[in-house]
């Protein structure tokens, strides 16, 4: 049986513990959608900041929901939209302290109240986002735009 087993109490070093984890979790299996959900999974029960966690996947030049913890969210979300969509077109992490402060954020829970985007590429190749909110704000740091891209370079070797 699969299991994550998280000890540690502060958000560094949880992951620290939990990225071998993921890394364990994927490396024996090849099926995308099983292991996205399995990484959504992971990161939602290891974090207690996180209020949603998922994947935007990029098909047809449009970011798609896929794996996802969380409320039922927005399905589609086109290049250059929301915090998602400008995450994606710029390939680079963008960081939301305050979702009402981010012109044209898309409200799938408007609850939320900060959020973090990172890309996944392959190569030259954009695959999709990792996408995390928040229900407080200011929630997301350098160590979790760390983290996240690490885990988005181990999430992007399985595309
Ligand atoms: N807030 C995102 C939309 C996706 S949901 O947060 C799940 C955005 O502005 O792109």
Redesign the pocket.
């Known amino acids: 049986m699969e299991t994550i087993t998280i000890a540690a109490e502060a958000k560094k070093e949880r992951y620290d513990e939990l990225l071998p984890q993921i890394s364990a979790l994927l490396a024996d299996e090849s099926d995308l959608i099983a292991n996205l959900a399995n990484v959504t999974a992971a990161l939602k029960m290891a974090f207690s900041h996180y209020s949603?966690v998922?994947f935007?996947l990029l098909k047809n030049d449009e970011?798609v929901?896929g794996p996802?913890q969380?409320?039922v969210?927005?399905v589609r979300?086109a290049m250059g939209?929301?915090?998602?969509?400008?995450?994606a077109t710029r390939r680079e992490t963008v960081i939301?302290q305050d979702?009402t402060k981010?012109p044209?954020?898309?409200?799938?829970?408007p609850e939320?109240r900060s959020?973090i985007?990172v890309p996944m590429v392959r190569g030259t190749h954009l695959c999709g986002v990792i996408?995390v909110?928040s229900y407080e704000p200011d929630s997301f740091d350098e160590t979790d735009q760390a983290y996240l891209e690490k885990i988005a370079d181990i999430v992007s070797v399985k595309f």
Do not use: Q, R
Not at 81 to 87: D, F, W
């Open positions: 949603w998922g935007y970011l929901l996802f969380g409320k969210a927005c979300i939209n929301g915090v998602c969509g400008t995450a939301v979702v981010f044209g954020h898309i409200a799938c829970d939320s959020e985007v996408d909110d």
